[in-house]
């Protein structure tokens, strides 16, 4: 009898119930592929067929509907393509389900924990496109700081001014050195302002004012004038700058000369007082332990302890100074090698005592005239002095060295307070050869002043200062004046470094834009720049508001599409690229995948750029649960792109993709198939009263 038959349509009906079934379960799954049972059937060598069998189960990988979400990290793809995650288990799968949710350490996840695969950026929020694919997370660290290197402004200039009328002035400081002296002040004039904001390296904002007037010298021309938070930048002419560079560096000589021979003759002084000092203390030590009816032992050990205590004070090891003079080993500083060398003397006669009137006379040696003190005295003097001649600027080492001589060459004797004498005695204001010594630093930078220099005018002003430190004599201040009454000064006006000249066409159009820079022979030319974008730069240091806490800033001012018009002056368009710091608000994700940081600074920066995954045979994929697919030989080999790129999709933000199950079909699907059952349950039934009348017969 046929039961097989009936019983494979059982079997077949039964397995398209449960995909039925599955597919209505998972009609609310967001990113749920629905699936469908296909039949076979089956012959034996009859023509009777055998029955039906199950040849496939194919699953439906049509577009599901895309929803909105209230949510900015649900995720869905518009075409194809599949979200690539990493499993906690490091397997890699594939989904339709964009939920994503971040973790504690900025991990981006699904429910189950997979973290969804894409593109990294580096630190500058530059996705590595092409690169390959890793697990992906939002670092919420602070968006560093960024000095502006480039502003924009587009302006226009009203055509009816007329030059040297309408003026407004602002006061400015140019010296910041000085800034309450008159002279650090100046008045700007100008026919119209703009304002924009720059950031330094530290992200401090610096409000940048360009102050425009129209010049007289030229048609259609306009002066700017870059200020700075309140700072304008001048720069004087060479002529003044070089003979200026000579006179100061006489006056700096001087000054390390005077400070050099100072320092020397102090250091002697406080030599001699301390030595004087510890003679007293350990004198006083020995003469108290003798009143006090001490042995000799320990007279020697008060006098010990009194110049232990005195070279504690002093900031030195005794014992240790001790053994390296002793021993014939070099001590610094030499002045240690001084006291040392008294201590060792009287120790040495103390040791020759047989007494304890011995041991007293042995610390009433004067220290000024000992034979060894006085030697140790000579070697100070000779390393005090070099180590004063190399903390001298190089340029000025001959001043130094002279004034030094000066007080060495007269503190001879066997007599340490006749030499200190001797020196004090020195008067360096008349020494010749420091006098020499400074004119030779004249020359010097005199020469350094006129290299490559061509304008006449610079070079008779330099050596006008140069003659008249030559001819002085009498004196070093003699010497200085002579060079400050040489100095011209300023012989053209100071400019703004920072100046920029910007000029029109007859039509109104923007024609050139230009910088200072001095002519020859005097007087400033205003030169053009590159792209009509003038340089703006401000050193780090005291002299500028940078204060020398940041890194120098340099910008420059990109004025194309600038006009001169019959309009009143207006600035159309500012702009420029720094910023300062910034925290972590928020997260967005963009149609090609680009998962961008939004900062507090008003800045984004990509953290990397979500990929998808296409396949040529996506129908082969195998299902794993939890809205995964792995990939096997029948769905082929990954292809991962960039949204948008080859046969995938984009990803949509803020939506879901719901499942593509058609509720209607399915109910009919399953009624048909419940029929089927039921009627081949029926078979079975027709087929088993066959066999009961083959039976009763």
């Not at 034996?44 to 990988?61: H, N, P, W």
């Not at 030195?316 to 002793?326: A, G, I, Q, T």
């Not at 990509?606 to 794993?624: C, D, H, K, T």
């Not at 697919?629 to 292809?639: H, K, P, R, V």
């Amino acid at each position: 009898m046929s039961f097989s038959q009936a019983l494979s349509g059982l079997n077949a009906q039964r397995e398209k119930l449960g995909a039925i079934g599955n597919n209505i379960a998972n009609s609310q799954t967001v990113g749920f592929k629905s699936s469908n049972v296909q039949f076979a059937d089956v012959f034996a060598e009859s023509r009777i067929g055998l029955g039906v069998r199950t040849s496939a189960v194919l699953q439906d990988f049509t577009q599901g509907n895309v929803e909105s979400s209230s949510r900015n990290m649900d995720l869905a793809i518009s075409g194809e393509g599949f979200f690539r995650f990493q499993q906690p288990n490091g397997e890699v799968g594939y989904s339709r389900n964009g939920q994503l949710t971040m973790t504690a350490d900025g991990r981006l996840v699904n429910a189950q924990g997979a973290q969804i695969m894409g593109y990294a950026a580096d630190a500058e929020g530059n996705v590595q496109a092409g690169g390959a694919v890793q697990a992906l997370a939002v670092d919420a660290g602070n968006l560093a700081a960024n000095a502006t290197t480039s502003a924009s402004t587009s302006l226009n200039l009203d055509s009816r001014v007329q030059a040297g009328t309408g003026l407004q002035q602002v006061q400015v400081t140019t010296d910041l050195m000085n800034p309450d002296n008159p002279t650090s002040q100046e008045d700007l004039s100008y026919n119209f302002s703009s304002n924009f904001t720059v950031y330094d390296s530290l992200g401090n904002p610096r409000n940048m004012t360009v102050y425009y007037e129209k010049r007289p010298e030229a048609e259609n021309s306009w002066l700017g004038k870059v200020v700075m938070d309140g700072y304008y930048s001048t720069n004087s002419d060479p002529v003044g700058l070089a003979a200026g560079s000579v006179v100061e560096g006489v006056v700096d000589a001087q000054a390390v000369a005077k400070q050099s021979y100072d320092n020397l003759l102090n250091s002697m002084s406080d030599i001699q007082a301390d030595l004087e000092s510890l003679q007293t203390e350990i004198r006083n030590a020995a003469t108290s332990a003798s009143a006090s009816g001490a042995t000799q032992t320990e007279i020697v050990e008060a006098v010990n302890s009194a110049a232990q205590s005195f070279a504690s004070g002093a900031g030195f090891s005794l014992s240790e100074v001790l053994d390296k003079y002793l021993n014939g080993q070099q001590v610094t500083p030499e002045e240690n090698a001084v006291y040392a060398a008294y201590i060792a003397e009287v120790q040495g006669q103390m040791d020759d005592a047989t007494d304890a009137n011995g041991v007293v006379a042995a610390t009433t040696i004067n220290p000024l005239t000992e034979t060894a003190t006085v030697e140790a005295f000579s070697n100070f003097m000779a390393g005090r002095q070099a180590a004063l001649i190399e903390e001298a600027p190089a340029e000025f080492a001959a001043a130094a060295r002279s004034a030094t001589n000066l007080i060495v060459d007269a503190a001879t004797g066997t007599d340490i307070a006749a030499q200190n004498n001797a020196a004090q005695g020195t008067d360096l204001e008349i020494d010749p050869a420091t006098i020499t010594a400074i004119q030779a630093i004249s020359n010097n930078l005199s020469q350094q002043a006129l290299t490559g220099v061509t304008d006449p005018a610079v070079a008779s002003a330099v050596n006008n200062v140069t003659a008249a430190v030559a001819t002085a004599t009498g004196s070093i201040s003699a010497v200085v004046q002579a060079a400050q009454a040489a100095d011209p000064g300023e012989a053209f006006e100071a400019y703004g470094v920072n100046d920029f000249v910007i000029e029109f066409n007859q039509n109104g159009t923007l024609k050139r834009v230009g910088q200072p820079q001095l002519a020859n022979g005097g007087g400033v030319e205003y030169v053009d720049v590159t792209n009509n974008r003038p340089s703006i730069n401000y050193a780090s240091d005291s002299s500028t508001p940078l204060g020398g806490a940041t890194e120098a800033l340099s910008f420059d001012i990109n004025l194309a599409g600038s006009t001169q018009f019959g309009n009143a002056s207006v600035a159309n368009d500012v702009s420029q690229d720094g910023y300062a710091s910034g925290s972590l608000v928020g997260v967005t994700i963009q149609d090609d995948g680009t998962i961008m940081r939004n900062y507090s600074n008003e800045q984004s920066l990509a953290a990397g750029q979500i990929a998808l995954v296409s396949f040529r045979n996506p129908e082969g994929l195998s299902p794993e649960g939890d809205n995964l697919w792995t990939a096997t030989a029948s769905s082929g080999e990954e292809l991962v792109g960039a949204a948008g790129t080859g046969l995938r999709g984009m990803i949509q933000a803020s939506a879901t993709e719901t499942s593509n199950v058609d509720m209607a079909q399915e109910l009919v699907s399953m009624i048909v198939a419940q029929r089927a059952y039921q009627a081949n349950s029926q078979t079975i039934s027709t087929q088993d009263e066959l066999l009961q009348t083959i039976i009763n017969l």
